[in-house]
């Protein structure tokens, strides 16, 4: 079966940019990759349900994460209250991230990261932790991290008022070192930057059309705050604390902060706590931004 493109012109479907990519031959003679937009609450409920999906037949996990993980905010924090596990998967730490790939063929499926790219950088890294722990190496591994900085804006304005974590000068950095660091460790990771070839990136990008969110109770939270309070009762102080000023140093330099990030997570560092120091360095946005 054809189709017209132009007066008279036959055009094949599996020949169409139109069909597979806005770029010949972009997916062309590929199978499409089958997503559902997954997250239900707890790592554990969300595991099984990846389970389900991947023994169907999906070939890339879409994960929403929860408000309080999107925004850098520990499930055990008074900020998070009533958001745990709602519209997303809570992920507090590696621990978490562990969990919810336990039984996962990292190697075999790629993983759509659904939150914005600097916001992102710490799930990217708990990702590749896993990744390794699994025996994939990070340049094996294969996802996309959202970096679209419209939906961010109308988020921001229109759904959540706190969607920006810093201010804008540094969300940028933070989002080139993203870049930068999926370029030099992670080439199968999609992203997309200014200032590249569309050739060069056209053929990385990922969109997503349909998403699903399931509503949960409040035991998630409390589950969540227990787990977060074992893993401080028995992870090396020392070493989280060491990491963390790493990370503030880089934060405060030019360096790319996602090696000390990745450090600092590895050594069971809590997502809050990553972002608590960049806070601390970078500030946080103004009403007004």
């Not at 069909?19 to 199978?31: D, H, I, V, Y």
């Amino acid at each position: 079966m054809t189709r017209e493109s132009g007066p008279g012109l036959p055009v094949e479907p599996e020949t169409s940019p139109g069909f597979q990519g806005s770029r010949a031959p972009m997916r062309a003679g590929r199978p499409r990759p089958v997503r559902e937009y997954a997250g239900l609450g707890s790592v554990a409920e969300s595991n099984a349900w990846f389970k389900q999906l991947v023994a169907s037949g999906s070939t890339s996990l879409p994960v929403a994460f929860d408000l309080p993980s999107r925004m850098g905010h520990d499930s055990d924090s008074p900020i998070a209250s009533g958001s745990v596990g709602r519209a997303g998967v809570a992920i507090d730490s590696i621990d978490d991230m562990r969990v919810l790939f336990g039984g996962i063929p990292l190697a075999e499926v790629s993983t759509s990261l659904q939150i914005h790219a600097r916001g992102g950088a710490p799930f990217l890294l708990l990702c590749q932790l896993v990744g390794e722990e699994q025996g994939v190496a990070a340049g094996r591994l294969a996802g996309t991290v959202q970096s679209d900085v419209l939906t961010e804006y109308v988020l921001k304005e229109y759904v959540e008022p706190e969607a920006y974590a810093f201010p804008p000068e540094p969300s940028m950095r933070l989002i080139a070192d993203v870049f930068r660091y999926c370029e030099a460790e992670m080439p199968k990771w999609g992203t997309a930057a200014a200032g590249l070839d569309a050739d060069e990136f056209a053929p990385r990008l990922s969109f997503l059309f349909a998403s699903r969110t399931t509503v949960t109770d409040l035991a998630i939270e409390v589950r969540q705050a227990e787990r977060l309070c074992k893993l401080r009762a028995v992870r090396d102080f020392l070493r989280v604390n060491d990491a963390l000023v790493q990370l503030k140093r880089a934060a405060e330099g030019t360096d790319n902060v996602l090696y000390p990030m990745k450090e600092a997570l590895a050594a069971y560092a809590t997502v809050g706590e990553v972002w608590d120091v960049l806070r601390e360095v970078w500030g946080t946005p103004s009403r007004a931004v």
